[in-house]
């Protein structure tokens, strides 16, 4: 596409009579900077070049310069209300890398964060949702029942969205007293509020009407363009790494994976809904599973040193698989940390989903792809 | 600490040693060499993986690690689009969970890794195949002009399209055959090293 005279990234374009190009950013819409160039003839989109980069922060190139337990506070930054789960997988590798063994207890502890963490996101994004649609209760509603997982994150961790509470080698203390109690209450109190949001939100006709058949993902497309998480599930595909890789405890407790067929935005909005039901049910499960005493973490030797070689792990997070591939030449620093995120994965769709779209539909399904820019540009 | 204070040393006075040696003979891959550790309990199921890519592209292809789940393999770079082909076609991978690119100045290489997994085949769900292959690295690079170039996999797996874009702009790895080489997450003026390259250093680092 670029000329040879151009230096690599600029390219020229011919002005065309008919189709008008908008650019749709890099304002902050209420989720990070990002900007969408649109083509549209008429009112519908006939070309669409997504533009990520405005919040490119370095993370990769920074953790080459910090050890594997200094990285953990700043590689948590990219989705700072899905903390745990984008620290997990980083965890995870360094932790063989550092050949720890992790105890039972911190595992389920571990376990509860992240699902805590996947509920506390998914509001999050769903307010926005609420936004992007113009339907102001559905962005009231979880904005305010975030709260009730926040306040339990905050008596584990001590912090609201920046927990940095997984470190290698296990948690970083243990939970405080009567947290269980506590915790199953509010988990209780949480699941019977989104049950709600079916009435105001997931049944309301005019979502339904504004949502349903637009920004159709086939089966065959979801595959072949390497999607993940809700976008691949509403898609037909039943791939939640937590049932088929399972990772610390999740082969012992009991929970399903949501899947729906049609491919829509609507079905895209739906599973991350239907999955905090099923983060409830985990959190419960591994309450009651859980060791109720025992170590947290493995101590660690000053400056450890990652064995030679390259490890790499993915969990599931909030938006999808989060892969975390790191080398190491035996120094106190990774050789090389690649975070591989599912908005940067997901991203790739967007083209297929809005081109033939109108373009009042492109918020929503844009939102419906569970991006998250920051995240995406790392 | 003073069990870490011993290593040290020891491994210092290995490293000049192994660089004067091979000054003249074709370099090492030095940094991510197979760990033979576990060589009597290797999971046969990802052996089995890995011995029918080396059975058939024999010599092109060595394998660089087999653990649970993952299997690592190294390929030359004229042999990795048939590689591919083979993993998508024949092992039932249909697409790349990450390509990520490590750089080795010593070596004076530049490595990119290719992790492919697979939605549609029961049995590889757990899996990952690690696909690595090497580029030349230019000391003054000119990304998109010079000879830090790889064949694109593109065309086989349409999912490492904005992955191979990030590599290039991020390590100057050109990918040939790849349909929209341009940036992604760098601005459009950026005129240093590529980032991700060990000679780019961060300010105050």
Known sequence: MSSPTLPPGLAIQKADERIMTLNVGPQHPGSGHMRIIVQIDGDYIVACDPDPGYVNRGEEKMAEYRNYVLNVPHLERPVIHDSCNILYPYVLASEELLGLEIPERAKYIRVIASELNRCVYTQYWLAIYGIFLGHSTMFMWPAGDRELLIDLLEKMTGARVTHSYFIPGGIRNDLPANFEDVCLRQVNYFEKRIKEYADVFYDNPILISRTEKTGILTRENAIKLGTTGSVLRASGVDYDVRKKEPYDVYDELDFETNVLKTGDSYARSRIPWLDMMESCRIIRDALQKMPKSGSVRVKLKPNPKGELGSVYKRIESGRGALGCYIVSDKKTEPYRVKLSVPSFRNLIALPHLLIGEKLGNMPSVYWSLNYWPVEADR | ?205
Do not use: C
């Open chain 2, 1 to 205: 600490m003073s069990s870490d204070s011993k290593v040290e040393p020891a491994e210092k006075s290995e490293d000049p040693k192994t660089s004067t040696e091979t000054k003249n003979p074709p370099p090492k891959p030095s940094p991510p060499k197979p760990a033979p550790k576990s060589e009597p309990e290797l999971p046969a199921f990802e052996k089995s993986i890995a011995d029918r890519i080396v059975e058939k592209f024999g010599d092109k292809t060595s394998i660089s690690s087999i653990k649970t789940d993952r299997v690592g393999i190294k390929v030359e770079r004229d042999k990795i689009h048939e590689v591919a082909e083979f993993a998508r076609d024949v092992l039932k991978f249909d697409h790349a969970d990450s390509v990520a690119g490590v750089d080795y100045p010593q070596d004076k290489e530049i490595e990119v890794v290719y992790h492919l997994s697979s939605y549609t085949e029961p049995s590889l769900s757990r899996q990952i195949l690690e696909l690595a292959t090497r580029a030349q690295r230019e000391e003054d690079p000119i990304p998109g002009q010079d000879a830090t170039r790889l064949p694109s996999l593109r065309d086989i797996f349409y999912s490492v399209e904005f992955h191979e874009r990030e590599v290039f702009e991020m390590l100057g790895v050109y990918f040939e055959g790849h349909p929209d080489n341009r940036r992604l997450l760098l601005p459009e003026d950026w005129a240093d090293l590529p980032p991700l390259r060990k000679d780019f250093r961060n300010k105050g680092r």
